[in-house]
């Protein structure tokens, strides 16, 4: 079993950052990916980012240069980097984890971004 702890999220003006944290709790096999979503109000939840335990990184069009992700294997946790941020980024960002034979999800964390 893993437990999916994210956070970081907050409210920021155009062309502010926030770092979002999604730290995974229990034991982790070899050979995994954690990506992250979003989900606006009214819509499909969407690829934003992801990592797999290579280190490939994979970013959707909408973020590629503004935000980073990476890990750090000792504490478990991705972070996702977010620069430069739109209000079109406004959305709850969830993070799921795949590995050990399943998939698990947080429970979100909201970025709010204000013109």
């Known amino acids: 079993q893993v437990q999916l702890v994210e956070s970081g999220g907050g409210s920021v003006k155009t062309g502010g950052s926030l770092r979002l944290s999604c730290a995974a709790i229990g034991y982790i096999y070899n050979g995994y990916d954690v990506t992250w979503y979003r989900q606006a109000p009214g819509k499909e939840r969407e690829f934003v980012s992801g990592?797999?335990?290579?280190?490939?990184?994979r970013y959707a069009d909408s973020v590629q240069g503004r935000f980073t992700i990476s890990q750090d294997n000792a504490k478990k946790t991705v972070y996702l980097q977010m620069n430069n941020l739109k209000p079109e980024d406004t959305a709850m960002y969830f993070c799921n984890f795949a590995g050990n034979g399943r998939n698990y999800w947080g429970q979100g964390t909201q970025v709010t971004v204000s013109s």
């Open positions: 990592i797999n335990s290579g280190s490939l990184k």
